[in-house]
């Protein structure tokens, strides 16, 4: 695991297995408008297919429903009056096909190393962060359409 550290937060960047990367979407769970659009707006202009929903309980039934169609999930910690994101993470672990899509973290909330523990997540960023940390996590299991107007960069 690597810790970054920038003039946002922190960002902690779990080493992932040597293992191919991944075609397909990214489910981005934020419950915040502003965040969530421009989040998928900015990895869409990056090459990056990306279905965005407001909770974490439509998140879970999108990748429930078809969790081979996604290659990443980019999850909000602390989501509004729906299922949590820790709750949604821990039913992500349970089951092994939800669990093999790497997980990223977003937070705007400390939260201590040893609560970070049980939920395994592939990537970790405390908000505000920039976007090409972001970009930098996502590249290491994505892999861009192309189709992006700065995928090439």
Same mark, same amino acid.
């Given at each position: 695991?690597?810790?970054?550290?920038?003039?946002?937060?922190? +960002?902690?960047?779990?080493?992932?297995?040597?293992?191919?990367?991944?075609?397909?979407?990214?489910?981005?769970?934020?419950?915040?408008?502003?965040?969530?659009?421009?989040?998928?707006?900015?990895?869409?202009?990056?090459?990056?297919?990306?279905?965005?929903?407001?909770?974490?309980?439509?998140?879970?039934?999108?990748?429930?429903?078809?969790?081979? +169609?996604?290659? @990443?999930?980019?999850?909000?910690?602390? @989501?509004?009056?729906?299922?949590?994101?820790?709750?949604?993470?821990?039913?992500?672990?349970?089951?092994?096909?939800?669990?093999?899509?790497?997980?990223?973290?977003?937070? +705007?909330?400390?939260?201590?190393?040893?609560?970070?523990?049980?939920?395994?997540?592939?990537?970790?960023?405390?908000?505000?962060?920039?976007?090409?940390?972001?970009?930098?996590?996502?590249?290491?299991?994505?892999?861009?359409?192309?189709?992006? @107007?700065? +995928?090439?960069?």
């Amino acid at each position: 695991m690597v810790r970054m550290s920038s003039p946002e937060r922190t +960002a902690t960047i779990r080493r992932p297995p040597l293992r191919p990367l991944r075609r397909g979407e990214i489910l981005l769970i934020e419950d915040r408008n502003d965040v969530r659009e421009g989040l998928s707006q900015l990895l869409e202009l990056h090459g990056f297919m990306v279905t965005d929903v407001a909770d974490a309980d439509h998140g879970m039934r999108e990748l429930a429903a078809n969790p081979h +169609a996604f290659s @990443l999930v980019v999850l909000d910690l602390m @989501l509004g009056e729906s299922l949590g994101g820790v709750d949604f993470r821990l039913r992500q672990l349970i089951d092994p096909h939800l669990a093999a899509v790497p997980t990223i973290v977003i937070t +705007a909330t400390e939260v201590s190393d040893d609560a970070r523990a049980p939920l395994h997540p592939d990537g970790w960023l405390e908000k505000p962060f920039r976007f090409d940390t972001l970009l930098e996590l996502v590249r290491r299991y994505v892999v861009p359409e192309g189709s992006g @107007l700065l +995928a090439s960069d």
